[in-house]
């Protein structure tokens, strides 16, 4: 599912929400800012893959989780076989 940005507010909105750097801490929200940037064409997917040092497989992943779920689909899930520690 790809949604249209309608107005440039909308633009200036989602590129607004771009993480500065790949130097980031990759959250739901993050992850989601950069779906919605490629797919309302704010940037393109080569400069994402580029400026947030992203594999395609990395990028595909997230824009099929966010098709299907949304940002909830973006979050990370602990993976089988790992405990919750406690301090």
Do not use: C, H
């Not at 089988?80 to 301090?87: C, D, I, P, V, Y």
Request: no cysteine; charged share 25%; proline share 1%.
């Amino acid at each position: 599912m790809t949604l249209q940005a309608e107005g440039s507010d909308e633009l200036d909105t989602i590129a607004a929400d771009l993480p500065e750097t790949y130097a980031t801490r990759w959250n739901a929200a993050r992850k989601a800012a950069v779906v919605r940037a490629v797919q309302n064409g704010v940037i393109t997917q080569r400069k994402a893959l580029t400026t947030y040092r992203l594999s395609r497989s990395e990028l595909a992943s997230w824009q099929a989780s966010f098709a299907k779920r949304g940002v909830g689909g973006l979050t990370a899930k602990r993976l089988s076989g790992q405990r919750e520690t406690t301090s």
